[in-house]
């Protein structure tokens, strides 16, 4: 995979200059004047057709049925920058492999709650979140589960006291597999579990990475995203080397794609320029569907299941399950 460092690539839109032609006549061309008969035309190929990140369509077949469920993959949905589409790519990339029959546990880990207020959980009305599964060991995580209405669809959900968590937690033993501990018994139960981190590299995101077999990178099409993107690959080098080496990079996500403007296109194309096969085919368009899927309480995919984004969060679902 390419350096973060490639993100800085001064040209990434020029073409090689196309091949000059041998005049007519001159040696070696097959016309008439040399002498020789001209070689028979090789029969042209249909052009493929180029998604959105540059690089030609990929058929992706529905994903096979299961005849039993686990072990999780736990994902980390990460990125510092807040405002990329974390939580709403957290909330319909699930119901997605929901649909595709897999059963998914959303994971609220972040103090905003934000992914449990996009499935119709208010947070300031809990009692038990995951922060009392992290700091009190009298707390089952069972007691925490809450069901959504999604079916084949869990959320572990979270509120405000989780930022005191980032506090207490310093001074325990083994502070950054916290998480973890709380996920083991679970993930015999499900076939994915997603974290939602909050945006930040502090000690809850180090927990989430710490605790997930690979890190789905949501990056918005905008130029500022990839300032970070070096500083959060530099901390997920980190948390490989010294907590958890089995710790993989499932795949950068654009999101908040908008087809008409230069400006996205650019960012992308650098964004697979750095990181080649690492990008998905998916890219996420901006709509004003995701919006009121929040103020719904539902992912896209039942709101509109017609509409560009839930499609495009079923091609999602299929990228992951094959990767």
């Not at 502090?202 to 710490?210: D, K, Q, R, Y």
């Not at 901006?286 to 509409?307: D, H, L, M, N, Q």
């Amino acid at each position: 995979m390419a350096t973060p460092q490639s993100l800085r690539a001064a040209e990434v839109f020029g073409q090689a200059p196309a091949t000059a032609a041998a005049p007519d006549g001159a040696p070696g061309t097959g016309s008439a004047a040399s002498g020789s008969p001209a070689p028979a035309e090789p029969e042209q190929q249909a052009p493929q057709q180029l998604g959105p990140t540059g690089r030609p369509l990929r058929d992706i077949p529905e994903p096979p049925e299961l005849d039993r469920h686990g072990p999780a993959r736990v994902l980390a949905m990460c990125n510092q920058k807040g405002g990329v589409g974390k939580t709403t790519s957290t909330i319909n990339l699930g119901a997605s492999l929901a649909e595709y029959g897999r059963k998914v546990l959303l994971v609220d880990f972040d103090p905003q709650g934000a992914l449990s207020v996009g499935l119709g959980v208010q947070p300031h009305e809990l009692d038990q979140t995951v922060y009392n599964c992290i700091m009190e060991s009298s707390v089952q995580v069972s007691d925490v589960l809450h069901k959504t209405s999604i079916d084949g669809v869990d959320l572990l959900p979270s509120n405000i006291d989780l930022s005191a968590a980032e506090v207490q937690l310093v001074a325990e033993v083994g502070r950054e597999h916290s998480l973890m501990r709380v996920l083991r018994p679970l993930v015999s139960e499900y076939d994915f579990v997603l974290v939602d981190c909050q945006p930040s590299l502090g000690l809850l995101t180090v927990n989430a990475l710490t605790a997930a077999d690979g890190v789905i990178i949501p990056l918005e099409c905008e130029f500022f995203s990839l300032r970070g993107v070096a500083l959060l690959m530099d901390t997920i080098d980190k948390v490989r080397e010294r907590l958890n080496p089995s710790l993989d990079i499932i795949g950068i996500l654009a999101t908040m794609f908008d087809p008409r403007t230069l400006h996205s296109k650019e960012v992308i194309s650098r964004v697979v320029e750095a990181f080649g096969d690492t990008v998905f085919d998916t890219v996420i368009n901006r709509t004003v569907r995701f919006p009121e899927t929040t103020v719904a309480g539902e992912p896209i995919t039942t709101w509109a299941p017609k509409s560009g984004g839930a499609k495009a969060y079923r091609q999602l679902a299929r990228e992951v399950i094959r990767r």
